[in-house]
């Protein structure tokens, strides 16, 4: 079983910044996909930005610039270093990693808080 586990959410002020790290349980589990997605009240879960395994990088356009995702893929990890935060950026965040099989492992979910 592979569990995927978030950290780093809090509340923040407007403009200020976070940094979520993501674990994977097994640290031979074969990753293709590591993201982050996030869920505000109301919305539908959307993507905030992914990496590959050969660090490809995709972002939302709200959060180009001002978002970082990272991964060290030795250890299964990854991160997503959050600047310039805005309370429309206020969510839920998960970290998503997917398999080259595409099958998809989702974290509990860590809440990121901006305020105004």
């Known amino acids: 079983q592979v569990r995927v586990v978030e950290s780093g959410g809090g509340l923040v002020q407007n403009g200020g910044s976070l940094r979520l790290s993501c674990v994977v349980s097994?640290?031979?589990?074969?990753?293709?996909?590591m993201g982050w997605y996030r869920q505000a009240p109301g919305k539908e879960r959307e993507l905030v930005a992914r990496?590959?395994?050969?660090?490809?990088?995709d972002y939302a356009d709200s959060v180009k610039g001002r978002f970082t995702i990272s991964r060290d893929n030795a250890k299964n990890t990854a991160s997503l270093q959050m600047n310039s935060l805005k309370p429309e950026d206020t969510a839920v965040y998960y970290c998503n990693i997917q398999d080259f099989w595409a099958t998809n492992f989702w974290g509990q979910g860590t809440q990121v808080t901006v305020s105004s």
């Open positions: 097994r640290s031979s589990f074969v990753i293709a996909t």
């Open positions: 990496i590959t395994s050969g660090g490809s990088i």
